[in-house]
C-alpha cells in the first residue's frame, strides 16, 4: 500500500521548535520531490515548503523563511521539517505530500500521495 506518514507535531509553546518527519511505506520515496502542506483551522490548505529528490533545491513560503528548514535523509527514505521560533499562527495540521510535487512551486498535481497529516499547536 501506498502511503505516507507524519509524526512529530504536538503542542508547543511560542518560540519552540518541533521536528516532524515523513516516513514512507509502498514506494521508494528517494526518487521523488517531497512537499510540506499546512492547513489550519477555517482555512485552506497551503504549501509550505519542498524539496527535490536530491535535496540540492529547496523552497519555503516567506512566512516560514529563516524558521523552517526542509530536509530529507534518502537512505532512510525520510523527509523532514524542523521548525524553530514557531508562532500561534503555525497553529495547523501539517502534511507531506509525494509523488508529484512541484519544486520549485510547492504545489501539489494531481495523482500526489499525501499523509494523514500531524497536528501542530503552538500556544501558551
Known amino acids: 500500500q501506498t502511503q505516507l506518514v507524519e509524526s512529530g507535531g504536538g503542542l508547543v509553546q511560542p518560540g519552540g521548535s518541533l521536528r516532524l518527519s515523513c516516513t514512507v511505506s509502498g514506494f521508494t520515496l528517494r526518487y521523488y520531490k517531497v512537499g510540506w502542506f499546512r492547513q489550519a483551522p477555517g482555512k485552506e490548505r497551503e504549501g509550505v515548503s519542498c524539496?527535490?529528490?536530491?535535496?540540492?533545491?529547496?523552497e519555503y513560503i516567506d512566512d516560514v523563511k529563516g524558521r523552517f528548514t526542509v530536509s530529507r535523509d534518502n537512505a532512510k527514505d525520510t523527509a523532514y521539517l524542523e521548525m524553530s521560533s514557531l508562532k500561534p499562527e503555525d497553529t495547523a495540521v501539517y502534511y507531506c505530500?509525494?509523488?508529484?510535487?512541484?519544486?520549485?512551486?510547492?504545489?501539489?498535481?494531481?495523482?500526489?500521495?499525501w499523509g494523514k497529516g500531524t497536528l501542530v499547536t503552538v500556544s501558551s
Open positions: 505530500a509525494a509523488q508529484f510535487i512541484r519544486c520549485p512551486g510547492i504545489e501539489a498535481m494531481r495523482g500526489t500521495v
Open positions: 524539496i527535490s529528490s536530491g535535496g540540492g533545491t529547496t
